[in-house]
T-cell receptor
């Protein structure tokens, strides 16, 4: 499969649950990102991984924990979330340096609902 | 610092033109443009790297005014398929992460 694949597509979890979101890219990119998209809000950058090293943590609460075991896979581990964390979580990948023709490739996202 | 897009929403008839603007309070290294249809992932349209650079893709083009720290997206002879939310993403530094900060989005609706 090509592109960026995110699983699951939909997730409903209680505030005391622990779950993980998975992202996989087969594009040979060496940077991966997590963004949060809430209703009527812009895309919010959460984490950036470049060559499997976290280079950005955009003041995200510790209940979100990213993991990048290799350049093709990215996880977002979730625990004790709050209802306001309900949103669409988007994964993206890119080359480390933007070129004149390529941007980010986004996955279809995981729609998370915290009850 | 989040870039500011204007207008917030546009409604067009097929064949009409539209311009979406993206402004930043910080010096920009590059500007990306993406379109997101309802329930789908954002899709990359184009990237502008140099001041004054203009790029085009079919009837969608964009310009980048480095001095004014702004970019504009031009949609000419709009088609129904152009409907969606358009985001600009700006990279503030030339650092090796290509980190993008996105604007709040402009919703475009093209009617028959």
């Amino acid at each position: 499969e090509t592109g960026v694949t995110q699983t699951p597509r939909h997730l409903v979890m209680g505030m005391t649950n622990k779950k993980s979101l998975k992202c996989e890219q087969h594009l040979g990119h060496n940077a991966m990102y997590w963004y949060k998209q809430s209703a009527k809000k812009p895309l919010e950058l959460m984490f950036v991984y470049s060559l499997e090293e976290r280079v950005e943590n955009n003041s995200v609460p510790s209940r979100f924990s990213p993991e990048c075991p290799n350049s093709s896979h990215l996880f977002l581990h979730l625990h004790t979330l709050q209802p306001e964390d309900s949103a669409l979580y988007l994964c993206a990948s890119s080359q480390m340096w933007p070129t004149s023709n390529y941007g980010y490739t986004f996955g279809s996202g995981t729609r998370l609902t915290v009850v | 610092q989040q870039p500011v897009q204007s207008p917030q929403a546009v409604i067009l008839r097929e064949g009409e033109d539209a311009v979406i603007n993206c402004s930043s309070s910080k010096a920009l290294y590059s500007v990306h443009w993406y379109r997101q249809k309802h329930g789908e992932a954002p899709v990359f349209l184009m990237i502008l790297l140099k001041g004054g650079e203009q790029k085009g893709h079919e009837k969608i083009s964009a310009s980048f005014n480095e001095k004014k720290q702004q970019s504009s997206l031009y949609l000419t002879a709009s088609q129904l398929s152009y409907s969606g939310t358009y985001f600009c993403g700006t990279a503030v530094g030339s650092g090796n992460t290509g980190k993008l900060i996105f604007g709040q989005g402009t919703t475009l609706q093209v009617k028959p």
